[in-house]
């Protein structure tokens, strides 16, 4: 084959594979927003991640051994339930939790944008949310 045609064919072959590429992970795809971070450096470690199911936790060890950190989920109703918890030389505890009605679908940075703004049990409900109770049996009379 002469070299010019092997160059050509080479340039297609190319272009096509970024074309494909493009598509899978470019600018107009929804962006996976599940993430980890952690460092092991430094006199205070820390992690934390998230998923794109609507879960996250974070955490950080002190100088003094002593671990703070949070964790939270929507739960399949749609509440957002998160914990605070230390874990020290008198154990683990959770030293606070929060409840908060967000809708089952919400994305969990604006369940946590919500829930920041919330009072603790709140129930407050994101606009899109919108409850769907099932109605219950009519009571008509005793059966013969």
Same mark, same amino acid.
């Given at each position: 084959?002469?070299? #010019?045609?092997?160059?050509?064919?080479?340039?297609?072959?190319?272009?096509?594979?970024?074309?494909?590429?493009?598509?899978?992970?470019?600018?107009?795809?929804?962006?996976?927003?599940?993430? #980890?971070?952690?460092?092991?450096?430094?006199?205070?470690?820390?992690?934390?991640?998230?998923?794109?199911?609507?879960?996250?936790?974070?955490?950080?060890?002190?100088?003094?051994?002593?671990?703070?950190?949070?964790? !939270?989920?929507?739960?399949?109703?749609?509440?957002?339930?998160?914990?605070?918890?230390?874990?020290?030389?008198?154990?683990?505890?959770?030293?606070?939790?929060?409840?908060?009605?967000? !809708?089952?679908?919400?994305?969990?940075?604006?369940?946590?944008?919500?829930?920041?703004?919330?009072?603790?049990?709140?129930?407050?409900?994101?606009?899109?949310?919108?409850?769907?109770?099932?109605?219950?049996?009519?009571?008509?009379?005793?059966?013969?």
């Amino acid at each position: 084959m002469p070299p #010019h045609l092997l160059f050509a064919a080479a340039i297609v072959i190319v272009c096509s594979v970024c074309g494909t590429s493009a598509k899978i992970g470019g600018w107009d795809t929804v962006p996976n927003t599940q993430y #980890h971070i952690q460092t092991d450096e430094g006199p205070e470690r820390y992690f934390k991640y998230q998923t794109m199911s609507g879960q996250y936790r974070k955490e950080k060890r002190l100088q003094d051994g002593t671990v703070v950190g949070s964790y !939270g989920w929507v739960d399949a109703n749609g509440i957002l339930r998160l914990r605070d918890y230390i874990a020290d030389d008198k154990g683990y505890r959770i030293v606070r939790t929060k409840m908060v009605k967000v !809708g089952v679908d919400t994305p969990i940075d604006n369940a946590i944008s919500v829930a920041k703004k919330s009072p603790a049990n709140s129930a407050a409900e994101i606009a899109a949310y919108q409850s769907n109770p099932q109605p219950k049996p009519a009571y008509l009379g005793q059966y013969q």
